[in-house]
Structures are given as structure tokens and as C-alpha cells.
């Protein structure tokens, strides 16, 4: 094997070098991937959330709001995006990015621009997994919640959303492997991510081959891991899964919830 790969213009000691580093440069730009990913998705479940009780409200305003986003945000490459946000919003004398200092850290304008457009991306696929969720619920469970004198808020709270989030487990884990993938994108404006660690690395050594494989197989390490994270709670989340009509009766065995809305 390694007459073979000697046979090619690959320095596999430095290949090792830098894989097994992770004190190192490369620990540093997977830890901001990470990080990246992690804010970015919880922001984006939170904002998915809100658009997605926009779209199923009574308001057409809102409906119609929810429908520009989630057709804006969807229709477009996070490429572009990124783009138009920092570079294109700073370009146009709109917005530029100062570095904000957040106690001990200072969040930079990259930074900035990069939570918030992965946060708006993931907004708006969350929005339409929330709203399949939700309306995938027996629309009979909120008039029976209604009708007993519950406001709709807290039905949609207490009873409908904790059988949703059973729904949207699987795609949130779907999303958030893309998620991961998704910041190599970030290099573009800037952020020094995995990637972008690993092309700065490449602009210096010309180690190219050795040096994006090494970037492509923490990838691969991060998403492996989501993966197991993801089957084990959905098998956990199986195991204490009630049929809907039972957890009905399980949600309302706590009368308080009704009396207090009387």
C-alpha cells in the first residue's frame, strides 16, 4: 500500500499530521463550525416556529408574509445570500458589520452576517416542516381542547406541538446534517470554519489533495455522530410514543389546564 501511494505526489506524514491534530489550527475550525451550526439551528427552529404559525394564521397579512419568506429564502443558493447580506448590504452603503463585543467574546461582522443569514435560511425549511407537523396533527384534538373551554394558544402549546415535535425530529435531524455541510460556505465572507481554515492552509503549503480530504473526513465525522444522535432519540421518543387518542386523554388527565382557562 504504501509502494503504491508512494507511486503518487501525496506527503501522507503531513496528511496524518494535521488529521490528528485537534489541539491545533484545525481543532480551532472545527470548533467554529460547530458553533456555527449549533446557533444557526437553534435560531432557525425558532424563527420556523414563528413562520409557521404566520402561515396557518387567520391573518392573510401574515399568511401572506410567511408565503414571501419561505419563497424567497427557499428559491434562492445560500451562496448568494451570504453574498448579498454581507458583501452586498456593506457594497450598497446600507449595513456594514462592526464587530460587536459580547462580554468576553467579540462577535465580527462575518460572524454576524453568517448567523444571521444561515438563521433566515433555516427559518424558512423549518417553517414548512412545523406547518406539515403541526397540520398532520387530528384537527379534532384542538376543537376538543376548544370546546371544553381551552384557549387555542395553550391547546396548540400543551397538546398539539409536543405531538409535532415527535414529527419534526427526523427532518430537524436532516436539517441539521445540512446544516454542518452548509458552513463550508461561510470561507466566502470570511469566517475561518473548517473549510476556510483548511483553504488558508492550502494558500501556504499547496498540500491541496492531503488537506481537503483531511476537511471532508471530519465532515464525515460530524454528520456519522448527528446521524447516531438522531436514531437514538427517535428510538427513544418511539418507545414512550402514546397512540393519539390516549395521549389526548393523558394531556387532559391534568385538569388544571382546563379549569385555569375558565
Not at 398532520?136 to 405531538?163: E, V, Y
Not at 475561518?192 to 489533495?209: C, I, K, S, V, W
Amino acid at each position: 500500500m504504501t509502494t503504491i501511494l508512494g507511486q503518487f505526489n501525496l506527503d501522507i506524514p503531513f496528511f496524518l499530521t494535521y488529521l490528528f491534530d485537534p489541539p491545533g489550527i484545525v481543532w480551532r475550525g472545527l470548533w467554529v463550525t460547530i458553533y456555527v451550526a449549533v446557533i444557526a439551528q437553534i435560531l432557525g427552529v425558532i424563527v420556523g416556529l414563528g413562520v409557521a404559525l404566520a402561515r396557518m394564521s387567520g391573518s392573510a397579512v401574515l399568511r401572506s408574509w410567511a408565503g414571501l419568506y419561505i419563497w424567497a429564502w427557499r428559491g434562492t443558493p445560500l451562496l448568494v445570500q451570504l453574498l448579498i447580506v454581507y458583501t452586498g448590504v456593506a457594497a450598497a452603503g446600507i449595513y456594514r458589520y462592526p464587530d460587536l463585543p459580547l462580554g468576553p467574546f467579540t462577535l465580527s461582522g462575518p460572524m454576524q452576517a453568517a448567523l444571521f443569514t444561515l438563521a433566515l435560511n433555516e427559518g424558512a425549511y423549518m417553517a414548512e416542516i412545523f406547518r406539515a407537523a403541526i397540520q398532520s396533527i387530528d384537527r379534532g384534538q384542538l376543537d376538543a381542547a376548544k370546546a371544553i373551554g381551552m384557549r387555542k394558544g395553550t391547546a396548540l402549546w400543551f397538546i398539539i406541538l409536543p405531538q409535532a415535535a415527535r414529527v419534526v425530529l427526523p427532518p430537524l435531524g436532516n436539517e441539521f446534517t445540512s446544516m454542518i455541510k452548509g458552513t463550508s460556505l461561510l470561507s466566502v465572507i470570511g469566517v475561518r470554519e473548517l473549510f476556510g481554515t483548511m483553504q488558508n492552509l492550502n494558500a501556504a503549503t499547496f498540500r491541496t489533495f492531503e488537506l481537503f480530504f483531511v476537511a471532508a473526513i471530519w465532515y464525515l465525522i460530524l454528520t456519522s455522530l448527528m446521524s447516531i444522535v438522531q436514531r437514538r432519540l427517535e428510538a427513544r421518543l418511539s418507545r414512550h410514543e402514546l397512540p393519539a387518542e390516549r395521549r389526548f386523554k393523558e394531556t387532559f388527565r391534568s385538569r388544571k389546564l382546563v379549569t385555569t382557562q375558565r
